[in-house]
């Protein structure tokens, strides 16, 4: 099970994504409480559903702007939870499907989640390059309406990462940068597919060459710039 995100904000995978393997995966979003994504994987662990989960975080939170909430969460059993809070920022909204969640806030409009969602349920292969689409698909629709920013995905499955007694199957995060936060997130994906399994999704990348792809990465890598151009979003 896994997550991915994009958003015009400054290290959205600090916050967002939340997973544990054979155990489920939340989103948190919009007037944040980061304490759902800790507090959700706890309550799942007990053996609550998503819809068990959803109703507890919301009922014991005691931290202001609750009804600005947005969150996903997806059980074990592969139940389906997206909630948007009426005061969130706008556009806000989601849909789900039988295995899948895509909301946001501050969007273009409902065609954002919709494409997600279509786009998911469309492609084939590894539920990294199933996520990648559905972002691709949301910032094809228009995104954030505010532009771009960062992106993250997160995948997690029971032995799955690297070396021994890892879970982490994938973790990319690009913080800060516009052009390439996106881009560079979705075309590290077949690289870190290569190095796992030994192989490489052309229908991404365009070669099957991993030197290739490593030079195509570098190429991207964003360059320095002045101290007076940096920022950070708050």
Known sequence: ????????????????????????????????????????????RQGLSAQQVAARLLAEDTFPDKDGRQFAIV???????????????????????????????ILVGPQVPEAMGKAFEATTGELAEKLYAALKAGDAAGGDKRGRQSASMLIVCRGCGRNMNN????????????????????????????FFHGKVSAKIIGTASKEAILAKLHSLRPQPVPETANHIQA
Do not use: C
């Open 1 to 44: 099970m896994g997550i991915a995100v994009a958003s015009r904000y400054f290290s959205v995978g600090s916050v967002v994504p939340w997973a544990e393997a054979d155990v489920g995966a939340v989103a948190t979003q919009a007037n944040v409480n980061v304490g759902y994504g800790r507090k959700a994987l706890e309550f799942l």
């Open 75 to 105: 059980d074990r059993k592969g139940n389906v939870v997206t909630h948007t809070g009426p005061d969130a920022p706008h556009w806000a909204g989601g849909q789900k499907g039988a295995t899948w969640a895509a909301q946001g806030n």
């Open 167 to 194: 879970d982490r199957y994938l973790y990319i995060n690009v913080d800060d940068n516009p052009d390439l936060g996106l881009r560079f997130a979705i075309q590290s994906i077949p690289t870190l597919l290569y």
